[in-house]
């Protein structure tokens, strides 16, 4: 789909409630740490952050 992977996103794919957006802060957290994804701007600030595959 060549989209940016954003918590915003990531909450509308899983079908997460607004309630309960902190896990889908942590999904992203872990999967940075474990190198699935990475951050597409280091300079975003932390609400506009925007993920890709590690590859990309």
């Known amino acids: 789909m060549r989209d940016y ?10 079908g997460v409630e607004e309630k309960n957006k902190a896990a889908v802060s942590r999904y992203i957290r872990e999967a940075v740490d474990e190198g699935a994804i990475k951050q597409f701007d280091e300079d975003a600030p932390k609400k506009l952050r925007k993920y890709v595959p590690f590859w990309a």
Do not use: G, I, N
């Not at 992977?5 to 794919?13: C, H, N, P, Q, Y």
């Open 5 to 14: 992977l954003t918590k915003a996103s990531l909450r509308e794919r899983l």
